[in-house]
């Protein structure tokens, strides 16, 4: 089966640098001479921003688990509460929230990949001619359980469908 996870929630801002007002020593350039001390200019930057974990309360840290019983949904109100306030200032031009997805195999723990529809029909890469656009390639459980969800008979070099 395929087991996904959504990872690396962040919002994603392009600000303009010189409506930041920012002097270079605030991005960590110490011990400047205040006359070298210069504002950020320039195209358009884009940052990504990462939330403050859920299970990080300031005074105390633990699991997102333990906080939450909807990590993704609060990640992704977090995210787009954070993408609001960011919109409001006027040094950012635009945003959004974006996540990776992180699938793998709940039988053989490989990363989850499928057949492609030209992988399908190709005779070298299909399993048989019964071989589907999105079927899994992992292992023989996961190849069996998506063709037993579609009636379709496992491949008869890897044993009938268990
Ligand atoms: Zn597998």
Redesign the pocket.
Known sequence: MKKTILTNWRVVIAIRPSYTHVKISALGFTGLDSDLDGTLTGPDVELSVAPRPLGDLGYASMSDRLISDDVDGDYRRRCEAMLAALLREPHVRSGRVEVDEESW?S??D?RWEEMTADEAADLSTQFDANSFEGE?V??R??IVEARTARGIPAPAYMGGAS
Do not use: G
């Open positions: 195999c039988h053989c490989n899994p992992c292992c459980e996961a």
